[in-house]
């Protein structure tokens, strides 16, 4: 058992910021959160007490939305939309990752640069390599940080050097399950890259070892219009870009991630809606490809789960606090758009959406009541605390203004996760 103590926030639910001035958490020897209190119970005392101050003690960030092999593009090359940036910029890179070398590479500077900013749990696109693939998993499981690892499949729209074929995409997403059966918190995703880049062939393998394996899927939604146009002409027979991946059994069937969903509407909304698929908003991508605002208030409002993203390379960082503050100051503009119909997001949703709301993919996550995983980051804002502000406006500053200088601790799972080590 551990017993922390410092300046306690957490959302419960999206309006309910809990607040805990200077107090306690009791984490269990199995990592989960026993209780948080703010006088130490007397059965308690008597015990260690790690004390951290003045500091402030929130949930980690959980992202929703990475692609690890973009690394080496991360705030660069933004100068284009989706689909001439996917073949200028991206498609190039990705095939890179056939080199294990160059993976090891970037990889370790992935899952460094993810514990930097305190995203412990991520939902990542790895790419058509089964080796690099099973490299990042590892290089997750040795920081000890949680995460969903997708072996991707694309096999029409890209070119040679990363395309796979169905089996393949099949096989190594078998083999990447095999690999993280032993990691307590990696495990593998099912991963169609989006429907311009799968065939048929491709959709209805995948579909049909997500169904068989239990295993979740993550994939591409409505985030641009030409590339929406691109799917209406590919898929005919789908009645949405939704029912693209429902006809294949990966809208929901299985506990389902869609980045983007800007432009969703009407029949793909309800399909949502009634098959539980998560958004996932990715603002500051949504921004640099200048692909649209997604409705998030409607989604809240209909009970659509939403999470947030970096998309690296599509967003430029991997903090998951600035990705907060783009989705508030988004919703402001998708608030004025809608002639002040969909409220803009408040601190606390925003907050909620990046802890608890993204965090439940991964099970009782993202939150400090009891029996929630222990993920934690611990803030040193004395330096943005200059004059006597409130909690609530302390964690608001540090969202809008702190960076991973103020970060002093990263836990995952009740364990403290030292920084990990950049390969070469
Ligand atoms: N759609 C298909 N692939 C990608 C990608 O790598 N990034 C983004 N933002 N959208 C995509
Ligand atoms: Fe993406």
Redesign the pocket.
């Known amino acids: 058992m551990k017993i922390y103590q410092a300046n306690i926030l957490f959302t419960p639910s999206p309006e309910k910021l809990e607040v805990l001035e200077h107090g306690y958490v009791v984490v269990g020897d199995d990592g989960n959160v026993v209780s948080t209190y703010s006088t130490l119970p007397v059965e308690y005392q008597g015990h260690e007490v790690i004390n951290f101050g003045d500091r402030l003690l929130l949930p980690a960030m959980n992202d929703l939305h990475v692609?690890a092999p973009?690394y080496r593009n991360h705030g660069i090359a933004m100068d284009m939309e989706?689909l001439p940036w996917?073949n200028t910029y991206?498609f190039p890179e990705e095939s890179k990752y056939k080199d294990v070398a160059y993976a090891k590479r970037m990889y370790s500077r992935f899952v460094h640069d993810l514990w930097s900013v305190g995203t412990m749990r991520a939902a990542i696109?790895a790419t058509i390599h089964p080796d690099a693939s099973c490299l990042l998993a590892d290089l997750l499981n040795e920081a000890g940080m949680g995460g969903l690892v997708g072996l991707v499949g694309m096999d029409r729209n890209g070119p040679d050097s990363l395309s796979n074929t169905a089996k393949e995409a099949v096989d190594g997403t078998l083999r990447l399950m095999e690999h993280t059966a032993s990691m307590p918190l990696v495990s593998a995703i099912v991963t169609p890259?989006?429907v311009p880049?799968c065939t048929p062939q491709m959709m209805t393998a995948l579909g049909q070892l997500a169904r068989e394996k239990k295993l979740p899927v993550q994939s591409?939604l409505s985030?641009n219009p030409s590339?929406i146009a691109w799917v209406a002409e590919l898929e005919p027979e789908s009645t949405c870009y939704g029912d693209a991946y429902l006809r294949y059994g990966m809208f929901g069937q299985t506990p389902t991630l869609m980045?983007?969903c800007c432009y969703t509407d009407g029949e793909e909304f309800e399909l949502m809606r009634k098959n539980h698929v998560f958004a996932v908003h990715?603002p500051t991508?949504n921004c640099n490809?200048g692909s649209g605002i997604a409705p998030i208030r409607r989604f809240l409002t209909a009970g659509i789960p939403v999470a947030l993203g970096s998309?690296i390379s599509?967003g430029s960082g991997f903090s998951i606090f600035k990705v907060m503050q783009y989705a508030l100051q988004m919703s402001k503009l998708q608030w004025r758009k809608s002639q002040q119909k969909e409220a803009f997001l408040s601190l606390s949703e925003a907050f909620w959406l990046a802890t608890k709301s993204g965090g439940s993919f991964f099970g009782k996550v993202g939150s400090f009541e009891p029996g929630y995983a222990f993920d934690a980051v611990v803030v040193d804002d004395a330096a943005l605390n200059f004059d006597n502000y409130s909690l609530p406006h302390r964690l608001e500053r540090y969202i809008y203004l702190g960076d991973d200088r103020q970060l002093t601790h990263c836990f995952c799972q009740g364990k403290e996760i030292a920084e990990p080590k950049l390969c070469c």
């Open positions: 692609h973009q989706l996917l991206t696109f890259r989006f880049s591409h985030e590339e980045a983007h990715c991508s490809l998309d599509g």
